[in-house]
């Protein structure tokens, strides 16, 4: 985990931790990931910026959220990943069971023709 321009204090370091351990959940074959905790200078509130990349077999998933804090910016972040990681299973995954469809699909077939 990466802060740049502040030092992240260690509950914030904590949170993200615990939330980021649950992505496994949804995918088991992470490799490893990177956080980038950055603070932007803006006079808007939203200048906590959360980067997030997944490595995953055969691909790099990434996402950037920003919000007031970084806990906000994290929860966002978290479930932008979340769906990309549900995408990319299941389209490791959908090949697998379109052809299982098709042969039940056919076995029923042939049931009802016999």
Partial sequence: M???HFDAD???LSFIEKKAEK???FFGRIIDGEVILRLEKS???ENKIFELRVNVPGNQLFVKEKASTFEAATDLALE???TQL???K???NGNHKTESVDVAETDAVE???E
């Fill in 2 to 4: 990466q802060s740049l």
């Fill in 10 to 12: 260690r509950k914030l």
């Fill in 23 to 25: 992505l496994d959940t």
């Fill in 43 to 45: 006079e808007n509130k």
């Fill in 80 to 82: 932008s990943m979340k």
């Fill in 86 to 88: 549900k995408k990319h």
């Fill in 90 to 92: 299941a389209k490791l």
């Fill in 111 to 113: 049931v009802e023709d």
